[in-house]
Antibody
Framework: DVHLVESGGGLIQPGGSLRLSCAAS????????MTWVRQAPGKRLEWVSV???????YYTASVKGRFTISRDTSKNTLDLQMNRLGPEDTAVYYC???????????WGQGLLVTVSS | SYVLTQPPSVSVAPGETARITCGGN??????VHWYQQKPGQAPILIIY???KRTSGIPERFSGSSSGDTATLTVTRVAAGDEADYYC????????????FGGGTTLTVL
């Protein structure tokens, strides 16, 4: 069985930084296409970032230059470093993975990030 | 970047058939994937490669694609099918490769 478990969320003041981590079991993060998707309260899914098996990374425009996606092969985790956070980043963040470039068949349970003073 | 358009909501009576559309330019040339998200839960993949059902998904759920529209069809709709449904494609030609539709809320009357 595959399990993805996010950690690192919480309440952070505007302008602050937070690092999310997604621990994977039953799946190797370097052999899957891994992504972060967020959902603001009452809103729809929004894709945030993806890292390909080869290491290429992509970001949605609103987080480019502020967020960094990475993998920790020793821990088999997917990480998201989030800097210069604003209220618009408040959301539940999901990590997800897929065996190829096209879709994501494994999802974490989600993690709430609240940016507020 | 590529845009996917879904109706915000679809309502059907129990036992009827729900059709949720996902519009995109020449979407038939892309693989479309569908996710179901129930309140308070993470999304789950239900249909991939346009028509393939994920293991454990009832045969009542099916997908199709033609021209500029992909469709998720749910037959014999039950109360437990109430959820948000999202289509998704991969746009390899842009730096925004993962594209979700805006989502459709299926309400069982």
């Amino acid at each position: 069985d595959v399990h993805l478990v996010e950690s690192g969320g919480g309440l952070i003041q505007p302008g602050g930084s937070l690092r999310l981590s997604c621990a994977a079991s039953g799946l190797t993060v370097t052999s899957h296409y891994m992504t972060w998707v967020r959902q603001a309260p009452g809103k729809r899914l929004e894709w945030v970032s993806v890292i390909y098996t080869g290491g290429a990374t992509y970001y949605t425009a609103s987080v480019k230059g502020r967020f960094t996606i990475s993998r920790d092969t020793s821990k088999n985790t997917l990480d998201l470093q989030m800097n210069r956070l604003g209220p618009e980043d408040t959301a539940v963040y999901y990590c997800a993975g897929g065996p190829n470039v096209l879709y994501f068949d494994h999802w974490g349970q989600g993690l709430l990030v609240t940016v507020s003073s | 970047s590529y845009v996917l358009t879904q109706p915000p909501s679809v309502s059907v009576a129990p036992g009827e058939t729900a059709r949720i559309t996902c519009g995109g330019n020449n979407i038939v040339s892309r693989s479309v994937h569908w996710y179901q998200q129930k309140p308070g839960q993470a999304p789950i993949l239900i249909i991939y490669y346009d028509t393939k059902r994920t293991s454990g998904i009832p045969e009542r759920f099916s997908g199709s694609s033609s021209g500029d529209t992909a469709t998720l069809t749910v037959t014999r709709v039950a109360a437990g099918d109430e959820a948000d449904y999202y289509c998704q494609v991969w746009d390899t030609s842009s730096d925004h490769p993962v594209v979700f539709g805006g989502g459709t809320t299926l309400t069982v009357l």
